[in-house]
């Protein structure tokens, strides 16, 4: 009933900013709990950040805290994150993804009612 798609990711020198976007379709988006993760290259993929229904709540993985910002415009039905001091190891696939438990999104449970295909950020040294 949700479809998410992603898109803003690209090139960028490191120290540089970058922000990625998530376009959802179809109905109730503003009352999932939305977030982002990360697969870089064989690794595992990894929680990057997690906002509420009503944005009020943010989450952040250590790695990304204070660098990143997550945001979400429920009237534009729009998902955003904002990533600044882009360091290499922040190389990888961004997948946004949606579901009614905030705590779904957090633990990137398997469950999670949806998932984008992802966009390819690559931070160049």
């Not at 540089?16 to 999932?32: E, I, M, P, Q, V």
Request: charged share 15%.
């Amino acid at each position: 009933q949700v479809q998410l798609v992603e898109s803003g990711g690209g090139l960028v020198q490191a120290g540089g900013s970058l922000r990625l976007s998530c376009t959802a379709s179809g109905r109730s988006f503003s009352s999932y709990a939305m977030g982002w993760s990360r697969q870089a290259p064989g690794k595992e993929r990894e929680f990057v950040a997690a906002i509420s229904w009503s944005g009020d709540n943010t989450y952040y993985a250590d790695s990304v805290k204070g660098r990143f910002t997550v945001s979400r415009s429920n009237a534009k039905n729009m998902l955003y994150l904002q990533m600044n001091s882009l360091k290499s190891e922040d190389t990888a696939v961004y997948y946004c993804s949606a579901d009614l438990s905030m705590r779904t999104v957090q633990a990137m449970d398997h469950g999670m009612a949806y998932w984008g295909k992802g966009t390819l950020v690559t931070v160049s040294s």
